[in-house]
């Protein structure tokens, strides 16, 4: 019925201006039932099936493809803003009526259901992944495995916390149902995660895993964390006259969305790497994809380029200051932006903690990863142990989409506006295989 009715409304064409748009919102306010949960607002889709979830903060996003090409206010955003009206009262206070149904929700309900499920969505999800991994041609040479096949499988036995012997019958499982078209054995599937050109595969599909959460983060964390090997670098001690031993680990630089915990962007290093050098970085893979309001962070971030950097992009950085901080510069260049923000420090210290501490996220983004998927890697050479850290944050990425999919109602979709061959795959070189 309310297809029925919108569509008799006039074509259906997402270029038809902001008056038709309008119109149609005005009809899906007056017919559609629009809900509002802990992200947003869940409008229904003209065509029945499913629901765009819109917010209306500073900048009013949807999740729905018409926003997503123009990136312009869609019929969603404009069904919202007629539902919501906001009236100014004679003394100049406002009071906001809305005629919605507000659901209170069961979130254990939700909870159950989205890990009842998990694996099942876990295998469609990542194979529409890694449908937009290209196979390079080859020409010569013994024939290649597939490299979706190779990607899907890795990934695969990380989700499983198997070993990769173990896990060769589930492989082949794998392929009788579909999700690949060859099965690559445990010997190969070690010899592609030794490759380094892999890992900037992952990255690229972590961060497309993280694109359909867009319209829902807007405040983002960044932290770093180590992941245990079972390599160990021995040495002498000629001062203690004794072998010594220390062990080595993979450390992870994430930035995450406060409220689904998703991993936007990451750098991983088989060492020891500074924290505030890698920030810039994931700042701007971020940046690509989500609209920044705010980036909290801890003191080991702290630096007058981060705070420049974050403002750039239409964002605030709360990072807390050192104790040796001061909110001049002295005889140095006067720098406003970190006098600013070390006054709002120093002086209003609740209101910044209570923006800081959203760091916490970032904490329980690490939890989540490490408890799911183990603290520690089987790989022994540093490359592999890269790309299998990065593969743990592919699988942590799709479980917290499983769980929008029952608490938000999102259907996630990958690839959409951008062609098969886009910037991040075009970086796969596989020579050698």
């Known amino acids: 019925m309310l297809t029925q009715m919108i569509t008799a409304l006039g074509p259906n064409d997402p270029d038809d201006g902001d008056e038709g748009r309008q119109c149609r919102g005005r009809a899906i306010a007056a017919l559609a039932k629009i809900e509002r949960n802990r992200i947003g607002f869940k409008v229904p889709s003209q065509s029945g099936n499913g629901a765009y979830v ?3 903060d500073d900048a009013p996003f949807c999740t729905c493809p018409d926003f997503e090409k123009h990136n312009r206010p869609c019929k969603h955003i404009y069904a919202v803003t007629y539902t919501v009206q906001r009236e100014i009262r004679d003394d100049g206070a406002s009071r906001t009526t809305e005629s919605i149904t507000v659901t209170r929700t069961d979130e254990w309900h939700i909870y159950n259901e989205a890990q009842t499920h998990e694996q099942e969505r876990f295998v469609e999800l990542l194979q529409a992944l890694c449908e937009g991994i290209p196979n390079v041609p080859q020409k010569t040479g013994r024939p290649r495995l597939p490299m979706s096949d190779v990607v899907f499988s890795l990934t695969s ?6 070993s990769g012997r173990r896990f060769d019958s589930t492989v082949r499982e794998i392929q009788a149902k579909g999700f690949i078209e060859k099965a690559p054995s445990y010997n190969s599937a070690f010899r592609y995660l030794e490759n380094p050109d892999v890992t900037p595969l992952l990255k690229s599909l972590i961060e497309e895993s993280a694109k359909p959460l867009k319209a829902v983060e807007s405040d983002f964390a960044v932290d770093s ?3 245990a090997t079972s390599v160990y670098s021995r040495w002498y001690d000629h001062k203690w006259g004794k072998v010594r031993s220390e062990a080595k680990w993979v450390k992870a630089h994430i930035m995450v969305g406060v409220k689904t915990h998703i991993v936007t ?6 060492n020891q790497s500074s924290d505030c050098a890698h920030f810039p970085v994931l700042l701007e893979k971020t940046d690509e994809t989500f609209n920044i309001s705010e980036v909290s962070a801890d003191k080991a ?3 007058k380029q981060n705070l420049r950097l974050v403002q750039a992009v239409g964002g605030t950085a709360y990072i807390p200051f ?5 909110g001049h510069q002295g005889h140095h260049k006067r720098d406003s932006l970190w006098e600013k923000m070390w006054a709002y420090y120093t002086f209003n210290r609740e209101a910044f903690l209570a923006h800081y501490h959203k760091r916490s996220n970032v904490e329980s983004a690490f939890s989540m990863i490490k408890a799911k998927f183990g603290g520690s890697v089987r790989a022994k050479t540093p490359v592999a142990q890269v790309n299998e850290v990065l593969c743990k944050v592919l699988c942590h990425n799709i479980c917290c989409l499983i769980q929008s ?3 938000l109602d999102l259907e996630p979709v990958f690839w959409t506006f951008e062609a098969k061959e886009s910037s991040a795959s075009k970086q796969l070189a596989f020579s050698g295989f």
């Open 322 to 326: 050192k104790v040796n901080s001061v």
């Open 301 to 303: 971030y702290l630096s």
């Open 225 to 227: 964390s180590g992941f």
């Open 265 to 270: 962007s990451i750098e991983a290093t088989p």
């Open 54 to 56: 819109v917010t209306l």
């Open 157 to 162: 036995r990380v989700y499983s916390t198997m």
């Open 405 to 407: 999919i029952y608490e």
